[in-house]
């Protein structure tokens, strides 16, 4: 079955830039959405389309592409971004038509 | 703005089925596609199927196929997905998803969360 890998665990100071990558094959044909989830409540869209940012996201978030490579960037951490997030894409088989990453937790010290 | 709101909490017996819903606002179900994730506690987001418009069909992930049915009535703009042979294993946080204005093909705006727990 198709896989996104992502790192487990992501440590950043306040003010500083967090980088999130997710890896899979199909990734270079398809788009990829990312999902902030901070705990016990539902996931929200902060990205689709690669870049995409939804209203009401922040500018500090962002996302970019290369080859099988996507990354969320969030520039200037606040502490509120402390959250587990997943990215998403699709395959096309349709019986996975949208994968989820591992998730990644992102901290800030 | 869509709003999704979904059924309370729930607890079944190994074997029992479970019918969770999802009540959108904002746009109707003839605009949107609605589809379904698993989170079991401390785990990550499975997706388990959904309608999709293309082929106008629902489509489930091989792992719940079988045991899954996702229904809708847009009379009353609300979604079901009901899993029959529960197994302790499936305990978890089921959230239904929208698909459609405005992120096109994209999941989007999430209910809150549907707990079902599997228990004797």
């Known amino acids: 079955s198709y896989e996104l890998t992502q790192p487990p665990s992501v440590s950043v100071s306040p003010g500083q830039t967090a980088r999130i990558t997710c890896s899979g094959d199909?990734?270079?044909?398809?788009?990829t959405s990312w999902f902030q989830q901070k705990p016990d409540q539902a996931p929200v869209l902060v990205i689709y389309?690669?870049?995409e940012r939804p209203s009401g996201i922040p500018e500090r978030f962002s996302g970019s592409s290369s080859g099988t490579t996507v990354t969320l960037t969030i520039s200037g951490v606040q502490a509120e971004d402390e959250a587990d997030y997943y990215c998403?894409?699709?395959?096309?088989?349709?019986?996975?038509?949208?994968?989820f990453g591992t998730g990644t937790k992102v901290t800030v010290l | 703005q869509v709003q999704v709101v979904q059924s309370g909490a729930e607890v079944r017996k190994p074997g029992a089925s479970v019918k969770v819903s999802c009540k959108v606002s904002?746009?109707?179900?003839?605009?949107?596609?609605i589809h379904w994730v698993r989170q079991v506690p401390g785990k990550g987001l499975e997706w388990m199927g959904g309608?999709?418009?293309?082929?106008?069909?629902?489509i489930y992930a091989q792992k719940f196929q079988g045991r899954v049915t996702m229904t809708e009535d847009t009379s009353t703009d609300t979604a079901y997905m009901e899993l029959s042979s529960l197994r302790f294993e499936d305990t978890a946080v089921f959230y239904c998803?929208?698909?459609?204005?405005?992120?096109?093909?994209?999941?989007?705006?999430w209910g809150q969360g549907s707990l079902v727990t599997v228990s004797s």
């Open positions: 199909a990734l270079a044909k398809q788009y």
């Open positions: 309608f999709d418009p293309e082929d106008g069909e629902t």
């Open positions: 998803v929208t698909v459609g204005p405005p992120y096109g093909g994209n999941l989007g705006f």
């Open positions: 904002g746009y109707t179900l003839t605009e949107l596609s």
């Open positions: 389309k690669d870049t």
């Open positions: 998403q894409s699709s395959d096309s088989n349709k019986n996975s038509l949208y994968v």
